[in-house]
């Protein structure tokens, strides 16, 4: 990941401004989606068998907030019904490591997370990082 413009070898022109390409945040090589689908539920179930929790006993389960189908594809994949996770991106869009927080905050002002109830956060970062946490509110 990276901007791979500015530098020596591919300086700041007016060119490379209009082509709108390299001067900005990229990857180099695309991730497969896997990476999250498949660690997603990997590290929930793990962080919940740590809790002695089940997805039953779940309220809420917050992801990273970059692509709304894979939220879709995991949820499906847990059996979990899509109404127990929450949405920014048609707000906001991806907004990286602020995205958990935002999602949360966002939740709890349209009453989706409720004092008492249970909810696991689970974020990841460029495909490479992955956390999962349980919090009761």
Known sequence: MGIF???TKQPITSVVLAENKWNKLRFANKYPPE????G???IVREVLIKTDLELKDVNLFLWTQVN???IKIVMEAMAIPFEKTHTIMRKWGYTGSACIP???HDAIENGKLKPGDTVVLCASGGGL????MVLRY
């Open 129 to 132: 990082n992955m956390a999962a």
């Open 68 to 70: 709304i189908s894979t």
């Open 102 to 104: 935002m999602v949360l």
């Open 5 to 7: 413009a500015g530098g």
């Open 35 to 38: 990476v999250n689908i498949e």
């Open 40 to 42: 997603w539920q990997q």
